[in-house]
Each structure stands twice: as structure tokens, then as C-alpha cells.
């Protein structure tokens, strides 16, 4: 399995490949490029431009600075919700910055010039250094996939 390789060897397999292969095995290179370019401007255009959305990065959202999301809606935010059984799914790490042990140099090469425009309009600086000594630990890769799968499953089973 791909994930496992993953997690064996970081630098073995592109982030791009491993997409490709586990969400999206019809599209080549091309097909995959054009989807990451599509969906980056339908939230850049669609959502902050023209319809004013707030912008809320991950790594705030993670490390509890909402404090101008708060002052946005006029409300004060909890921090550190817990997240209810039926959502638990798709909790892996709560936090921010493991892209780095994901991503390979063919990525970089990739990726960056897809993510340029929203990485001005979310203020991000142009810094694609990847991880010395990348490691992936099972429970955020395939222990994780496999976790959401059987949930899936039985949800189908279920109906």
C-alpha cells in the first residue's frame, strides 16, 4: 500500500503520486494539476474576493487565536471544544506544519507556483522548506485512512 511506503520513506513517494493514486486513480498529472487550480481559485475568487469571506487560517484555528474571528462575529469563541463522537473521524493531529514531512522536492516544484496566489491573499511567506528528517506516524496516514474507510463502509452497509 501506498500509505505505508508513505510512512516508511517520506521522500519515496510524491504527496502529487500518492493523491493521484488514493482520491483520484482517473486523472493523470495534468487532470490533477487542473483540479488543485480550479478548487485554489474557487476559494480565492468565489469565497474571499467576491464574497467577503473571513479568512481563518488552520494554524490559528488550531493554536486558539481566534481572537479577530471573534471580534468578526461579535461573539466569543470556546477553546479547545471537544469534538463529538460522530466527528472524531477526522481529528488526526490538531496542529499545523507537518506538510513538510509529506511533501518531496517534485512537489515543491509542483505545487508552488499552483499555491502562489493563495499563499499572498492568506499572508503566507514563500517558504517551502521541507522536513530534515521527515516521519509520518501511522495513526496520521494509513491507520487514520484505514479508520475513515471502515467508517465509511459500514455507513454503506448500514443503508
Partial sequence: MLLRQKERDPGSISLCRL???VMF???????LESFIRLRINDVIEDGILNQGYFRLRYEDLVTN?????ETYLGLELQADVP????????VRTRTAGLWRNWLTSADVSRLRPLMRRYMVVFRYPDDWELAREAVIPPE???VYFERVLAERRRKLEAS
Fill in 83 to 90: 469534538v463529538e463522537a460522530s466527528l472524531r473521524r477526522v
Fill in 140 to 142: 496520521h496516514c494509513s
Fill in 65 to 69: 487565536r481566534t481572537n479577530p474571528l
Fill in 19 to 21: 493523491l493521484q493514486a
Fill in 25 to 31: 486513480p482517473d486523472y493523470d498529472a495534468t487532470q
